[in-house]
């Protein structure tokens, strides 16, 4: 039985690796090169996740640290959370009992309607995201692109992948490390508001990022070296 399972799980990584692939064919070829060799990682990451039961945020970002070496990476999280606040546009939270940041960009200010070129005032406010990012090294990205529930998802797929590989392009462009970095499209299948109305729709257009702790924020967080 053990075998078997075992046979199932990385069938479905490799399953889960193509698929990644195929993403990456959906990206224009100026941001495909920022994909590739993160799509695989992340993929496999998914599938992990997926294998050990964590589903929502939770299949995003993983478990939480907890205990002293959890409250050193939450204090430092909120230190660069509230330098985030200040970038014009962007919606700034704390998630995963602190341990974690979320960063939401409503599309309409990264990119016009059914475009994947960001417009030039959020490359400003993605310039001062890449400056923390660059402060703050001991951290992963993690990007997700959406969409409202306008249109199918051949167009709403590739065009959330596309808007997450963007911005991943862009801040690769401002010197942050794509071995930092993921991105993802995720279509309308995750819906924020209600897509029966305007104000709804233009909620679910949004492009969101995930900052979390690397290994070895977490290794100097344990060690209580963590400042």
């Given at each position: 039985?053990?075998?078997?399972n075992l046979i199932c799980s990385m069938t479905l990584i490799i399953c889960l690796m193509f698929a990644s692939c195929e993403?990456?064919?959906?990206?224009?070829?100026?941001?495909?090169?920022?994909?590739?060799?993160?799509?695989?990682?992340?993929?496999?990451?998914?599938?992990?996740?997926?294998?050990?039961?964590?589903?929502?945020?939770?299949?995003?970002?993983?478990?939480?640290?907890?205990?002293?070496?959890?409250?050193?990476?939450?204090?430092?999280?909120?230190?660069?959370?509230?330098?985030?606040?200040?970038?014009?546009?962007?919606?700034?939270?704390?998630?995963?009992?602190?341990?974690?940041?979320?960063?939401?960009?409503?599309?309409?200010?990264?990119?016009?309607?059914?475009?994947?070129?960001?417009?030039?005032?959020?490359?400003?406010?993605?310039?001062?995201?890449?400056?923390?990012?660059?402060?703050?090294?001991?951290?992963?990205?993690?990007?997700?692109?959406?969409?409202?529930?306008?249109?199918?998802?051949?167009?709403?797929?590739?065009?959330?992948?596309?808007?997450?590989?963007?911005?991943?392009?862009?801040?690769?462009?401002?010197?942050?490390?794509?071995?930092?970095?993921?991105?993802?499209?995720?279509?309308?299948?995750?819906?924020?508001?209600?897509?029966?109305?305007?104000?709804?729709?233009?909620?679910?257009?949004?492009?969101?990022?995930?900052?979390?702790?690397?290994?070895?924020?977490?290794?100097?967080?344990?060690?209580?070296?963590?400042?």
């Open positions: 039985m053990k075998r078997i993403t990456i064919q959906n990206t224009s070829s100026g941001v495909k090169g920022g994909v590739i060799g993160t799509g695989a990682g992340a993929a496999v990451g998914a599938g992990v996740g997926a294998l050990a039961g964590n589903t929502a945020l939770g299949a995003v970002i993983g478990g939480v640290v907890g205990g002293t070496a959890g409250a050193l990476i939450g204090h430092k999280m909120d230190k660069q959370r509230k330098e985030l606040e200040k970038i014009e546009g962007a919606t700034v939270e704390s998630v995963n009992s602190g341990e974690a940041i979320k960063v939401t960009f409503d599309s309409g200010i990264l990119f016009a309607t059914g475009k994947s070129d960001l417009s030039a005032v959020s490359k400003t406010s993605l310039s001062k995201f890449a400056a923390s990012l660059a402060a703050n090294p001991q951290t992963n990205v993690q990007i997700f692109g959406h969409t409202d529930n306008t249109g199918t998802d051949n167009i709403n797929i590739p065009l959330s992948q596309q808007r997450a590989a963007s911005v991943q392009f862009y801040l690769m462009q401002q010197g942050i490390a794509a071995n930092r970095m993921s991105a993802a499209g995720k279509g309308s299948s995750e819906p924020v508001a209600d897509n029966s109305t305007t104000a709804g729709k233009t909620q679910n257009r949004r492009v969101e990022i995930y900052i979390l702790a690397n290994e070895q924020m977490i290794q100097d967080a344990h060690q209580g070296s963590l400042r």
